[in-house]
């Protein structure tokens, strides 16, 4: 298998218009979310991108354009294409304009808007969307059928979602505390993530990951499936447990799921590295979690910045976040745990942080 490398990125979420804004405000005092008002008199904190007021497709349009642009893919436009999105344009439909022909137009809509030449692809698979994505774009390039391709994580605005997991009582009245002591829920939030992959040698280098799908409780978190998905995704990887320096939990704030996260992390590894999340600064962005968690941290890596969180942690959990950067980080497991069972991680090496030579894999 041929070498993938995260070659560019773009975000564009309620931390700021761009990824250097987003890294200056994740290391300040944790963001407190907007409230987002549902029909009824109830309202929800929800992390949203402040942006010009304009209708649901123009303002889509200018998000997903400048994070394209912050990629830096200006002339790229002939690569695979994989738009990722739970909520597809939902709150395009309930701003009065008529519904697209199916769900795959969505994705056309957005190649149209981008001039996009190359194949274009849609993943909804709910919160591992863009993981999903991640992964797929991967093997691609690994197995030399493209050179580059391009991830883009779109979660915006729009009744429905909110309205959902506000009827399941998933979502916190306040603000979420993932790990925390008397954590009470998760808060959803908007963000446009692209993650541009290639062939060409670059810093973060993608080892390998492992998606899965355990439906036996598809609203929680299995202890069982997340040991099963890091424990391929290390396979898939060639590497060993003790070769992880971080994990990026899922972690959104929930009583039970934040809990069977770390339970199932125990059954893999024999102490747990350092963990992170970073849902109490983005809120769970949902389709676009995996693509934006994943630019937002290598981002803040690069530049030696940390996640500020000012709650206090669970005394009973297995293990807490940590509170500053790691001495070291070369090898980075990320997850993304979703509705339907969902489970996926991604394994990510940073190149510079040694010299060593890079494991390979006997196939």
Same mark, same amino acid.
């Given at each position: 298998?041929?070498?993938?490398?995260?070659?560019?990125?773009? *975000? %564009? #979420?309620?931390?700021?218009?761009?990824?250097? @804004? =987003? /890294?200056?405000?994740? !290391?300040?005092?944790?963001?407190?979310?907007?409230?987002?008002?549902?029909?009824?008199?109830?309202?929800?904190?929800?992390?949203?991108?402040?942006?010009?007021?304009?209708?649901?497709?123009?303002?889509?349009?200018?998000?997903?354009?400048?994070?394209?642009?912050?990629?830096?893919?200006?002339?790229?436009?002939?690569?695979?294409?994989?738009?990722?999105?739970?909520?597809?344009?939902?709150?395009?439909?309930?701003?009065?304009?008529?519904?697209?022909?199916?769900?795959?137009?969505?994705?056309?809509?957005?190649?149209?808007?981008?001039?996009?030449?190359?194949?274009?692809? *849609? %993943? #909804?698979?709910?919160?591992?969307?863009?993981? @999903? =994505? /991640?992964?797929?774009? !991967?093997?691609?390039?690994?197995?030399?059928?493209?050179?580059?391709?391009?991830?883009?994580?779109?979660?915006?605005?729009?009744?429905?979602?909110?309205?959902?997991?506000?009827?399941?009582?998933?979502?916190?009245?306040?603000?979420?505390?993932?790990?925390?002591?008397?954590?009470?829920?998760?808060?959803?939030?908007?963000?446009?993530?692209?993650?541009?992959?290639?062939?060409?040698?670059?810093?973060?280098?993608?080892?390998?990951?492992?998606?899965?799908?355990?439906?036996?409780?598809?609203?929680?978190?299995?202890?069982?499936?997340?040991?099963?998905?890091?424990?391929?995704?290390?396979?898939?990887?060639?590497?060993?447990?003790?070769?992880?320096?971080?994990?990026?939990?899922?972690?959104?704030?929930?009583?039970?799921?934040?809990?069977?996260?770390?339970?199932?992390?125990?059954?893999?590894?024999?102490?747990?590295?350092?963990?992170?999340?970073?849902?109490?600064?983005?809120?769970?962005?949902?389709?676009?979690?995996?693509?934006?968690?994943?630019?937002?941290?290598?981002?803040?890596?690069?530049?030696?910045?940390?996640?500020?969180?000012?709650?206090?942690?669970?005394?009973?959990?297995?293990?807490?976040?940590?509170?500053?950067?790691?001495?070291?980080?070369?090898?980075?497991?990320?997850?993304?745990?979703?509705?339907?069972?969902?489970?996926?991680?991604?394994?990510?090496?940073?190149?510079?942080?040694?010299?060593?030579?890079?494991?390979?894999?006997?196939?």
């Amino acid at each position: 298998m041929r070498s993938v490398y995260l070659q560019g990125r773009g *975000l %564009v #979420s309620s931390l700021g218009a761009d990824l250097s @804004q =987003a /890294v200056d405000a994740l !290391a300040r005092a944790a963001p407190t979310p907007k409230r987002f008002a549902l029909p009824g008199g109830t309202d929800w904190p929800y992390f949203g991108i402040t942006h010009a007021e304009a209708d649901w497709r123009t303002r889509a349009r200018q998000l997903i354009v400048s994070a394209i642009e912050e990629a830096g893919l200006t002339g790229c436009r002939d690569a695979p294409l994989f738009v990722a999105s739970s909520s597809l344009e939902v709150g395009a439909t309930e701003s009065g304009v008529p519904c697209l022909d199916d769900c795959f137009s969505f994705a056309e809509q957005v190649a149209g808007w981008l001039r996009w030449t190359g194949p274009t692809y *849609l %993943v #909804s698979t709910a919160c591992i969307s863009s993981l @999903q =994505a /991640v992964l797929t774009a !991967a093997k691609l390039i690994g197995s030399e059928v493209v050179d580059e391709a391009v991830v883009l994580g779109v979660e915006l605005s729009n009744r429905f979602s909110i309205s959902g997991f506000a009827a399941m009582q998933l979502l916190t009245p306040t603000v979420p505390k993932p790990l925390g002591a008397g954590r009470d829920g998760i808060a959803l939030g908007e963000a446009v993530a692209v993650l541009h992959l290639s062939s060409a040698p670059a810093r973060w280098r993608i080892c390998g990951g492992n998606s899965c799908i355990d439906g036996r409780d598809p609203t929680g978190t299995l202890p069982t499936a997340v040991a099963h998905m890091c424990k391929q995704a290390l396979v898939a990887s060639g590497l060993e447990p003790s070769d992880i320096d971080l994990i990026k939990l899922q972690a959104a704030g929930g009583q039970v799921s934040d809990v069977n996260e770390l339970t199932g992390l125990a059954e893999v590894f024999d102490s747990l590295p350092a963990l992170v999340t970073l849902k109490a600064a983005l809120g769970h962005t949902l389709g676009a979690s995996g693509a934006a968690e994943i630019a937002l941290l290598t981002a803040a890596l690069e530049k030696n910045v940390w996640p500020y969180f000012d709650y206090p942690l669970d005394p009973t959990n297995r293990a807490g976040l940590i509170v500053a950067k790691p001495t070291l980080v070369r090898y980075l497991l990320a997850e993304i745990l979703g509705f339907g069972g969902g489970y996926a991680a991604v394994i990510l090496e940073d190149t510079a942080a040694s010299s060593s030579p890079v494991p390979k894999r006997d196939d």
